[in-house]
């Protein structure tokens, strides 16, 4: 009878633990959908997301922190901008941001998508 107790216990154990794994799939899911209804323009895949997410730090932080890191700064347009074509370093920890190769322009339109994040 003991070992009939210990099973049934052990059941509701289980169940418990795959409604908290539902629940953090059907999280994760909607992060998903999130994440792929933001338009992301195609120089920003093409340079950027090997290192930086919308929403989550990769190497780099995700667009969405470096927006609310300037966000009440007048001259983030420029400050963003000045990074992403000559790099930086510091700012977001070790790891350095690496030049890129893209006109003053392109610079200039991502730093703008990455401000108009919502």
Known sequence: MMLFYLLLSFLFLLSGCSKEAGEKEELQKSEEVQVINVKVPSIVKDKCIMCHDVYKRKVGPS????????????????????????????????????????????????????MSLK
């Not at 007048?74 to 690496?98: D, F, H, N, T, Y």
């Open 63 to 114: 667009f969405v922190q470096v927006r609310d890191k300037y966000k009440e700064d007048p001259k983030a347009i420029e400050k963003i901008s000045r990074s992403i074509k000559r790099g930086s370093q510091g700012k977001w920890g070790r790891v350095a941001m690496l030049p890129n190769d893209v006109t003053e322009e392109e610079a200039k339109q991502i730093a703008e998508w990455i």
